[in-house]
């Protein structure tokens, strides 16, 4: 099912308004897509600051992905430790890297740069542990293909806003959006979302009477029309 054109419309304005608050959302540092997979995979569950930490022990201690592969498992557990859920996601990405490896004969997935966006997304979601929303950041963000990744925050603001239906599972909200939004607007606005949803849409508390975008909240409406305190 196709968006309305209203609600289209809706999304632009949201997006233009969080660009005039926020400014223009910083150029993400380029990895490849391989990488960009391993630190999606480490992101899971903690924080930007403990994955990336993680990352940059892992590259430390094994500088080739495939001394990673082949490593002892205990030392990837030891490496990534900072990430949290170590003993889960240290075996999850050494079979990933067998996978890829027995697979495609290499440990790279620059491969997928020739391949349609729908067959890459496809390819990716049969790894394991990679759900649409770490399928879409290796698309978008480590090989520049469109597609939208709706992470905890973009799913909880876009439906308290009113762009993504309520009762839309997290999975399917992923094509909702990408039909929603301008695929030169993907990586943008999922980082404005994020940022909004981070600093004033927070989960328990949200902070409505400074929102910039309260004036097109279903949310808001709501909430002032009961009279709901929002701070």
Not at 34 to 55: E, G, K, M, P, Y
Not at 123 to 138: E, F, M, N, Q, S
Not at 182 to 203: Q, T, V
């Amino acid at each position: 099912m196709r968006p309305p054109a209203s609600l289209r419309r809706k999304t632009a304005r949201v997006d233009r308004i969080l660009e005039a608050r926020y400014g223009g959302p910083r150029r993400r540092l380029r990895l490849d897509p391989l990488s960009t997979l391993i630190l999606t995979v480490l992101s899971q569950h903690t924080s930007d600051t403990n994955s990336q930490r993680a990352f940059e022990r892992l590259r430390r201690r094994f500088p080739a992905w495939e001394r990673l592969r082949d490593a002892r498992v205990e030392a990837v557990i030891d490496a990534i430790r900072p990430a949290g859920l170590s003993r889960l996601k240290a075996p999850r990405i050494q079979r990933l890297l067998t996978r890829i490896t027995a697979e495609r004969g290499r440990l790279s997935l620059d491969f997928l740069r020739r391949w349609p966006v729908d067959r890459a997304k496809a390819w990716l979601r049969t790894l394991d542990g990679v759900g649409p929303k770490t399928a879409a950041i290796v698309l978008i963000f480590g090989l520049g293909k469109a597609a939208f990744p709706v992470d905890t925050h973009v799913y909880r603001v876009g439906r308290r806003i009113g762009i993504i239906p309520e009762g839309l599972s997290v999975e399917k909200a992923h094509g909702w959006v990408e039909a929603l939004v301008r695929p030169a607007r993907y990586g943008p606005f999922h980082l404005l979302l994020i940022r909004h949803g981070r600093e004033i849409c927070k989960a328990v508390r949200p902070r409505c009477v400074v929102c910039p975008v309260r004036g097109q909240c279903d949310f808001f409406r709501r909430a002032a029309r009961y009279g709901a305190a929002t701070r």
